[in-house]
T-cell receptor, first 107, second 115 residues
Framework: KNEVEQSPQNLTAQEEEFITINCSYSVGISALHWLQQHPGGGIVSLFMLSSGKKKHGRLIATINIQEKHSSLHITASHPRDSAVYICAVRGADGLTFGKGTHLIIQP | KAGVTQTPRYLIKTRGQQVTLSCSPISGHRSVSWYQQTPGQGLQFLFEYFSETQRNKGNFPGRFSGRQFSNSRSEMNVSTLELGDSALYLC??????????????FGEGSRLTVL
């Protein structure tokens, strides 16, 4: 059974700050997802990674398969980035989720 | 293109009853997966279907079941409801044209309250 650890659990930052959220997992995977959930809102898929790095706008996601570690970076953060960010890994037995990182960006 | 549609959005049941939730995936998507989200446990994987076959099942009791129809629509059923089944139930669809690695598109969820 895969164990997924996210850090930090909570993060409050000022607008324009560079944000990093980390995700570590214990067992080899075929893919890793980064998801975003706004309060009372649905879940949106930000990235799906199996290797390397992906960039979309101000968001960057990286994965190191050997280290079993992924990071989500937000550049020039904005209050609308305030949300819960969830890491999920796909293994042989389906998806396993991290507990999420509650991010608040203050103006 | 319409997104993932889940019905009903909200429902209230009493202990011992059963419930059926429905999920219509994005047109063309062949994989549907189901998740339970609670404040205490977070998101947990329930099951996953591809072309009417259950491909994976999470660690939930047999009271939780599901199926997928030939048009890719899926239903999940929870029998003999317990208070702890109160949760947001989410489904997601993906193309899965290249095996297991498919981007997930989530529905808005069905919020179940068990009294």
């Amino acid at each position: 059974k895969n164990e997924v650890e996210q850090s930090p659990q909570n993060l409050t930052a000022q607008e324009e700050e560079f944000i990093t959220i980390n995700c570590s997992y214990s067992v080899g995977i075929s893919a890793l997802h980064w998801l975003q959930q706004h309060p009372g809102g649905g879940i949106v898929s930000l990235f799906m990674l199996s290797s390397g790095k992906k960039k979309h706008g101000r968001l960057i996601a990286t994965i190191n398969i050997q280290e079993k570690h992924s990071s989500l970076h937000i550049t020039a953060s904005h209050p609308r980035d305030s949300a819960v960010y969830i890491c999920a890994v796909r293994g042989a037995d389906g998806l396993t989720f991290g507990k999420g990182t509650h991010l608040i960006i203050q103006p | 293109k319409a997104g993932v549609t889940q019905t009903p959005r909200y429902l209230i049941k009493t202990r011992g009853q059963q419930v059926t939730l429905s999920c219509s995936p994005i047109s063309g998507h062949r994989s549907v997966s189901w998740y339970q989200q609670t404040p205490g446990q977070g998101l947990q994987f329930l099951f996953e279907y591809f072309s009417e076959t259950q491909r994976n099942k999470g660690n939930f009791p047999g009271r939780f079941s599901g199926r997928q129809f030939s048009n890719s629509r899926s239903e999940m059923n929870v029998s003999t409801l317990e208070l702890g089944d109160s949760a947001l139930y989410l489904c997601a669809s993906s193309w899965d044209g290249t095996g297991y690695t498919g981007e997930l598109f989530f529905g808005e969820g069905s919020r179940l309250t068990v009294l």
